[in-house]
Structure formats: structure tokens, C-alpha cells
């Protein structure tokens, strides 16, 4: 046997301070009211810090600050906040490794992912949009398209700081000013963000990070000063922010949940096609919007695929997400893992039938092995609900039509993967997907260049590429 | 020899038919894998573990115009004994050298238990008759090489002769009676993944005992993608005939750190059971330095210079 010995990244070079206050006006403030939330590491269970609780008051004040820095900022040549963009992209990569380790106390996620996939996306999302700062006259949007004002921007907890900068980077560079918040169980990129905004320099009030929940979340998108509200997040919360800013003057871009299908034909690169369902389901935990939750899988390769993705479970490595061998990390909290534990009981009750490889799972901390259903129905909820977690669900199909059939039979259309080595087949599908996204021959790739966002109940509006652009622009 | 596939070989159209009907292999896929078997880190007790691992895996090789009996005689000593201070250093797997110069291995290894492998068949063009290559190969067997690193005609398997590809391994491995037949595909000159997938099964198909990845003579030699994608195949191959069939990377391999990723991808593919040298090698030859010299550091916590290590 070839045993790898424990390999754990070094904690000592992030410094978690105690405590923490709202970032506003390019200053720590104090929030007004007394609550305080402490943020844990998921795997251990051990407290990293406090975070303010942001109340209305607090809102208030960060989107007064924005507003006042808009005219200032949106004023400025696009060359000169290009300036400013690139900088916190050359910082952002300055701190990579103090980042990515930060990521991985405060989200779970492995520190493999956070270093090698993450990190080098937040960096390059900053460096993509300093580059259309100058360029927005050639953008496609008129020859002089203006900014929005101030954006109010909720993220979610399982890509705290690749989020953030989805949201950030387009909207700055545009010539907007943002008032950010981050989920409340992973706030502590965000808030290391809030120093790499004062260490480049940027003009107080250009960015503004308020902590708190979803009440911190309401005040915010709710606010009259707020020009521009983009969320990203649980389609529930999504419908509730559609709801209450219907008929209003503000411009909204969500990005929701998703049931992606990841469609294996008989004539797929097989081994490929098995690293690519794992990198579907398991990457992250499952904790992505466009994970490929749904394996569809031509009948006549079911059994050796099946037999090969198996096998390959088998060397998945779940464990501390500090340890650089580790493939599966943590369930980021204990709210989460009982409703992955919830759907999954679901699933066997309804008679799918329930795999997963044999796997030590830690004593303490929020852990879920990576876990196989086959047998699924259409009709089954793990084929219906997101389940945001290691679940795969296994369906079978017979021919192309049958395949776009149920892969387009779902409320969501975030994204969607496809494995053959024919090409017409791949464009036929292609055109047929009703998917934000089609990745052909992988999966979970992503690239500042390329738009990303839903169809139906997955959301609207684009983030990344040109298009992203548009969101952020008076267009 | 026979295998549950032999019959595929009955003719040039079925043995097309199956080489070609084998799942593709989508190259940004494969490299990717690769690369993240890569960024494993392997440290304390596990880099321990591995050096020596590696080290016994070493088939040690001097494949050159200028080779003599002295030179094939100094790398036998340094293959019984790598590091002449450190007897806990184990010997190297095997060691690779022209025909003409395997009676000398074989005199100046006895006894040690380090095997001798000779390269045949033209190496490394394989551009000559089959009767000169199965000429070659038993005069090599007959000078008691114990292996054989035969190469395989790419240019008819590019051409899609594939019989003709498979009648010279059953030709060469017959020549080989007991000896092992390593089949090197020069994967360099193959070019596509799909490419090294069907010759890697025509060579197993065939009765290689081992598929190895280059002569050492061509770029790129041997690089992780392409090992991995044989060892899937050796992998399948186990499952579809009950057979095992060992792999060997060659060529461009110089560093402990390099040896220690293609050990994790063994680990990682074709499964531990393939962790041993009767079914991985290394073939290399400044590798072994960089080995001993990675391994006298993790035992002593300082890097000697190179002078310490033996030039052979």
C-alpha cells in the first residue's frame, strides 16, 4: 500500500482577527445594534470569529456612502479605474495563498480547490473587467453607456470570494459602487476583501461590505437608494426579491438554483466521462448551482459506466480541507447538511437505491460521504430538487430525444453537460438544451470571458464575458 | 499464448473493428486528470516510502552508440549498490542495454538479483524484416537477457496495418521463451491518445508482458497523460482477460519529483496492486542520482553535493 502522509496546508499565515465591524466608507465602523453572529470552521466545529450583525440603520448608512462615492467614481476615466481593478487583481494574487486558506477554514471546501480554482478565478475576473473599464464605449452598449448607481449585492456561501468578485469587478469597473453582503456562515473573505480595497487605495465608499443574514439581505435590496440588486442564490430567496421589487425602477439579475443534467452517450470518452461526473457532483462538495446533479446515461453503457465511476469513488479522499491530498471537504453547515441528510432519506424511501464508497467520516464537523442513487425516476425528488450537496442521481435514456427530453424536464436550466466524441451530436443537443451553459466534453469549467446564467427558474440576467456587462450598464 | 481476445486478431478487418470500437479518449480530459494527480503532495513518511519505491523500480538504462563493456560494467555495480555509503539503498529493478553488450550485464550482475534487459527489434526505428528483428531478439534471449524491449513498427501501425503490428509482437514474443517482453509504442510518434490507447491493447492483445511508453530516442518521451491513459488500459485490460499486464514510462523522467507523480497516478488508476516492479518500471538513467540524492536528505536533513553521488 501507498499511503499519503497527512499534507496540511499552514494556517498560521492567515490572521482571523476576533472580532469584526461592517466595512463602510473605507473604514471599520461599528454596526448600531448589539447582535453578532460567530462564524465556524465546518469541519472542526471551532469558532473563527465574530461578525457584526448589519441592521437597517446599518444599511442605510453603507448605501449612503456608496451613493455619495458614485459621482466621484463614475466620473473617473475608465482608465483610471482600471487602475484600481488591477491593482486589487495583482494583490488578490500577491495573497493568494492567505486567501485560499481563508476560504477553506471559514467555507470546508478543499484547500486544492480553494488554491487551484478559486483563487486564480477571483484574480482573473478582477484582471477581465480592468480590462473593459476603457472599453465600455466598445462593448456593444452605445457609444457612451452610463453606470447604474449604487449596486446592492447578496452573495451566497459556497464560492464566498469567487462571488463576490463575479459581482464586484463588473460592477466597479463599469462605474458603479457597491454595497456587498456575504453569506452570513462564510463572511470572512469578503472582509479580508474589504482590507485589499483599502491597501490599493480604492476611493472611500466604492465598495462597502455589510455582514448579517437574510434580514440584513432584505434591508439592503429593499432600499431606496439602491439602484441595481444582484443575487445569487437559492431560487426561494430569488422569487422573494423578484417579488418585492416588481414595477420598481431597479434593475435585477438573479442567479438561482439549478438540476443539471450531465448526459453520457455510448460513444463518450468513458474514463473522461467519469472524471467529469466527479467534478459535476463532487467538486465543492456539491455546493454549486450548476453542479451536474443528474447523471443521464445512455442504457446501452449504463452498467460499465456505472461499474467505472464506482471504482473511482472509491479513491476519493474525504477529510481536514487543509490537507492539500483532500478531494471532499466539509458540508459548510449544520443547517445545510440536514436537508442534503433529508432528501436523501427521500430518495431511498422512494425506492432509488443508495451507494456510497467506503469512507471514515471525522467526528467532529458537518460531513457527508459522496453518495450515488441509481434506479431514479423522473418522478423522484432527487431528481426533482436541488439538493446542493454530494448526491448523485442516475437516470437512463435511450436515445437523443429522450435524453433532451429529461434533461430540459426541470424547473431550472442553469447548465448542462455533454459526453460524445461525435460532433453533430454534441450541436444537436447543444441547440436542444434549454441550459445557461452547455459544456461539452467536461464540466464546471469556468472562464471570465465566457457568460454565465440561467434559464427559467434559474434566473436571468448574465454574469461574465461582454454580456456581463450589460447588468451593470443603463442599457 | 492466448487470451479471451485472441480472436479478434483473426483478420485485419476485425482487429480494426476492435481496436477502433474502443471508448475514445478526449485529450483536454486526460491531461487535465493528470495534472491534478500531479499537485498530490507527498511528503514525510509517504516521500520515504516512495524513493525507495521508486528506486527498485528503476530499470537503468545506457542505450548509446558509444556504450562499452566497461560502461554497461560500472552502471551493473551502481545498479546492485546505488549508494556505495548506504547499504539500506535497495537495487535497482533491471538493466537496460543493446544486444551486443548483454552477456556482459549478465556476467557482471550474477548473483545479484538485478535483471537484464536488452532492447531488440531495431531499436529504435524498428525499421528492418522480421526475421532480422526475431533474429535479434533470440540472440539476446540466448545471451540470457532476461527481458526484452522490443518496438513496434509505427509506421505500419500508422498506415492502419495493425496485423502486421500484431504478427511481429507474436513473432517477438515466441523469440522471447521465458523471457519478458516489454512492447515500446513510442507514444511520441503515435501522437494521439487514441492512438496509444489501441496500440496499448494491440500490444497486450498480442502477449506484451509489459507496455512501455518510449525508446528514449524520440520527443516527448514519456509524459503522465499518456501513462495514464495505459494504465487505464492495463487496468481494463485485467478486468476483460483476467491478465495483468505491467507498465513502463521511459525516457525524460530526471527527478524524484517526477518519479513520485508517476507513482501516484499508478496508485490513482491502475491501483495499488501495480505499486511493484514486476509491474511498473521506470526506465531511466540520471533519475537514480536524484532518487539517492532526496533520500539521503530526508535521512539526514541536508542536500550533499553531486560529487557525493556516484557518475557511472
Known amino acids: 500500500m501507498f499511503e499519503y502522509a497527512p499534507a496540511p496546508e499552514s494556517r498560521d499565515i492567515v490572521d482571523i482577527r476576533p472580532s469584526y465591524g461592517l466595512f463602510i466608507n473605507g473604514e471599520w465602523v461599528e454596526p448600531q445594534g448589539e447582535e453578532r453572529h460567530k462564524t465556524v470552521n465546518p469541519a472542526t466545529e471551532e469558532v473563527l470569529a465574530e461578525v457584526a450583525w448589519a441592521g437597517e440603520a446599518d444599511v442605510d448608512r453603507a448605501v449612503q456612502a456608496a451613493a455619495k462615492a458614485f459621482p466621484v467614481w463614475s466620473a473617473m476615466p475608465g482608465a483610471e479605474r482600471a487602475k484600481y481593478l488591477f491593482r486589487i487583481a495583482r494583490i488578490i494574487q500577491e495573497r493568494a495563498r492567505e486567501l ?8 470546508g471546501k478543499p484547500i486544492r480547490e480553494s488554491r487551484d480554482v478559486d483563487l486564480p478565478l477571483v484574480a482573473a475576473h478582477f484582471f477581465y473587467y480592468a480590462g473593459w473599464a476603457d472599453k465600455l464605449s466598445y462593448a456593444g ?7 447604474l448607481g449604487v449596486a446592492g449585492q447578496v452573495i451566497p456561501w459556497n464560492f464566498p470570494l469567487l462571488m463576490l468578485a463575479w459581482k464586484i469587478a463588473p460592477a466597479l469597473a463599469c462605474g458603479n459602487t457597491v454595497v456587498l453582503k456575504p453569506a452570513e456562515t462564510t463572511p470572512l473573505t469578503a472582509l479580508a476583501f474589504a482590507e485589499i480595497c483599502r491597501q490599493a487605495d480604492l476611493p472611500p465608499g466604492v465598495v462597502n461590505i455589510v455582514t448579517g443574514a437574510g434580514e440584513t439581505g432584505a434591508a439592503l435590496v429593499n432600499h431606496p437608494g439602491v439602484d441595481k440588486v444582484a443575487f445569487t442564490g437559492s431560487t426561494e430567496v430569488g422569487r422573494l426579491i423578484a417579488r418585492s421589487l416588481a414595477g420598481i425602477r431597479k434593475k435585477l439579475t438573479l442567479e438561482l438554483g439549478g438540476k443539471a443534467a450531465n448526459i453520457v452517450f455510448e460513444d463518450a470518452p468513458l474514463d473522461q466521462a467519469v472524471e467529469g461526473i466527479v467534478n459535476g457532483i463532487f467538486f465543492n462538495q456539491g455546493h454549486v448551482c450548476c453542479a451536474g446533479s443528474r447523471l443521464l446515461v445512455q442504457e446501452s453503457v449504463a452498467a460499465d459506466l456505472l461499474e467505472a465511476l464506482k471504482r473511482r469513488l472509491g479513491t476519493l479522499r474525504l477529510g481536514d480541507p487543509l490537507d492539500k491530498n483532500t478531494d471532499i471537504g466539509a458540508i459548510n453547515s449544520a ?4 436537508k442534503i441528510r433529508e432528501l436523501s432519506e427521500a430518495g431511498e424511501a422512494e425506492g432509488a437505491e443508495r451507494w456510497s464508497p467506503a469512507c471514515p467520516i471525522p467526528d467532529r464537523g458537518y460531513w457527508f460521504p ?16 436541488e439538493i446542493f450537496g454530494p448526491v448523485l442521481s442516475v437516470l437512463t435514456f435511450r436515445t437523443p ?3 433532451v427530453e429529461k434533461a430540459n424536464n426541470t424547473p431550472y436550466g442553469l447548465s448542462a453537460g455533454v459526453w460524445t466524441e461525435k460532433g453533430s451530436l454534441m450541436l444537436w443537443m447543444a441547440s436542444r438544451l434549454r441550459a445557461g451553459v452547455v459544456w461539452s466534453n467536461t464540466f464546471n469549467r469556468f472562464d471570465p470571458t465566457s457568460p454565465f446564467g440561467g434559464y427559467k427558474e434559474s434566473g436571468y440576467g448574465r454574469e461574465g464575458g461582454r454580456h456581463g456587462l450589460e447588468a451593470y450598464l443603463a442599457v | 499464448m492466448t487470451t479471451p481476445l485472441a480472436e479478434v486478431a483473426s483478420s485485419p478487418s476485425t482487429l480494426r473493428a476492435f481496436l477502433h470500437g474502443l471508448p475514445g479518449v478526449d485529450r483536454v480530459g486526460a491531461d487535465a486528470r493528470a495534472a491534478m494527480l500531479g499537485t498530490r503532495s507527498i511528503k514525510t513518511t509517504a516521500k520515504k516510502q516512495a524513493i525507495d519505491m521508486a528506486i527498485g523500480m528503476v530499470d537503468l538504462t545506457t542505450l548509446e552508440g558509444a556504450d562499452t563493456p566497461g560502461k554497461v560494467r560500472a552502471m551493473c555495480a551502481k545498479a546492485v549498490r546505488p549508494d556505495p555509503a548506504d547499504a539500506s539503498v535497495p537495487p535497482v529493478a533491471a538493466v537496460c ?16 538479483g538485478v535483471k537484464v534487459a536488452s532492447v531488440a527489434t531495431s531499436f529504435p526505428s524498428g525499421r528492418s524484416s522480421l526475421e532480422v528483428k526475431v533474429a535479434e531478439t533470440s540472440l539476446a534471449v540466448a545471451a540470457g537477457a532476461a527481458e526484452i524491449d522490443m518496438v513496434i513498427d509505427r509506421g505500419a501501425f500508422l498506415a492502419g496495418d495493425y496485423l502486421k503490428v500484431y504478427e511481429e509482437i507474436v513473432a517477438t514474443k515466441e523469440a522471447c521463451a521465458d523471457a519478458h517482453l516489454k512492447v515500446i509504442l513510442e507514444t511520441g510518434e503515435l501522437a494521439t491518445y487514441d492512438n496509444v490507447r489501441r496500440a496499448s491493447w494491440l500490444a497486450m492483445i498480442a502477449g506484451a508482458d509489459f507496455i512501455k511508453t518510449s525508446t528514449g530516442k524520440v520527443s516527448p518521451a514519456a509524459t503522465l497523460p499518456v501513462t495514464l491513459v495505459m494504465l487505464e488500459a492495463v487496468r481494463d485490460f485485467l478486468a476483460a482477460t483476467g491478465r495483468k499486464v505491467g507498465v513502463k514510462p521511459a525516457g525524460g523522467i530526471r527527478t524524484t519529483k517526477d518519479a513520485i507523480k508517476y507513482l501516484v497516478l499508478v496508485n490513482e488508476t491502475a491501483g495499488p496492486d501495480w505499486l511493484h516492479p514486476d509491474w511498473f518500471r521506470l526506465g531511466a538513467s540520471s533519475l537514480l542520482n536524484d532518487l539517492l540524492m532526496q533520500r539521503q536528505k530526508m535521512a539526514t536533513g541536508r542536500y550533499a553535493g553531486p560529487d557525493y553521488f556516484t557518475l557511472d
Open chain 1, 100 to 107: 485560499a486558506v481563508l476560504e477553506t477554514l471559514d467555507n
Open chain 1, 141 to 147: 452598449f452605445g457609444p457612451d453607456p452610463r453606470p
Open chain 1, 335 to 338: 443547517e445545510q447538511l440536514a
Open chain 1, 370 to 385: 459522496p453518495t450515488v442513487f441509481t434506479g431514479v425516476a423522473q418522478s423522484h425528488r432527487i431528481a426533482r430538487e
Open chain 1, 401 to 403: 430525444a429522450e435524453a
Open chain 2, 97 to 112: 542495454v543493446y544486444p551486443d553488450l548483454v552477456a556482459t550485464a549478465v556476467e557482471a550482475l550474477a548473483g545479484s
